[in-house]
């Protein structure tokens, strides 16, 4: 009885121990140049700070990275089904409007597809973290005051974190701003990562 005991002990020790490890969750940010490290160094983009907060954190998600300079929500939405059959993600981040905005685009159709981009997310299982934008008022105060809206309006309706302005805390300093006044510096990310930290680390319940 004892040697039984003691082979079925050794089994589950050896089980235990070749058992594979936990496969990592994926975060996926899903935006365009503000994201996808315009003008920056290797590694030095807010997604890639990101992933390396969430090792020191010593947590089992990774980032995928899958912003495109110059992304419209339309270009999004037409891609974003292939996006996550392809990386499975546990979490979406949803940072795409301002390329709409730089260009007038009709804002009902933006909406439309913020919604289809974070119903397509939740279908799969994935939670959403939506990012919102403003923009500078070049087509009249009712247009700026909409666009920014919109991202509340559609945060509120799917119920998902909404990260109110992407670039909050330092939109007005140019300091931090590459010469084409548009695409944050370096030494920007760090600030876009905590303003985007705030609202994930609690979707996750991260200390």
């Known amino acids: 009885m004892l040697i039984r005991l003691h082979s079925l002990i050794v089994v589950l020790i050896v089980a235990l121990f070749a058992a594979p490890a936990a496969a990592a969750r994926t975060i996926l940010v899903f935006g365009d140049s503000l994201s996808a490290g315009y003008g920056l160094a290797r590694g030095e983009d807010w997604p890639q700070l990101l992933a390396q907060r969430l090792q020191q954190k010593k947590t089992d998600y990774t980032v995928v990275n899958a912003s495109i300079s110059g992304e419209t929500t339309q270009g999004g939405a037409n891609r974003i089904d292939n996006a996550l059959k392809t990386h499975r993600p546990a979490v979406v981040i949803l940072a795409l409007g301002a390329n709409d905005g730089l260009r007038g685009s009709d804002l009902n159709a933006m909406r439309r597809n913020l919604e289809r ?4 997310a939740q279908r799969s299982q994935a939670r959403v973290v939506l990012a919102g934008m403003r923009i500078p008022p070049n087509y009249g105060l009712a247009y700026t005051e909409k666009f920014q809206q919109t991202f509340r309006e559609v945060a509120r309706a799917r119920r998902v974190p909404l990260v109110p302005f992407l670039l909050e805390g330092f939109a007005d300093r140019r300091e931090y701003f ?13 600030m876009i990562l905590e303003t985007v930290w705030k609202p994930l680390a609690a979707l996750l319940k991260i200390q």
Request: aromatic content about 0%; glycine content about 0%.
């Open 178 to 190: 590459l010469p084409d006044n548009l695409h944050p510096t370096a030494a920007a990310q760090p």
């Open 117 to 120: 981009m974070i119903d397509a």
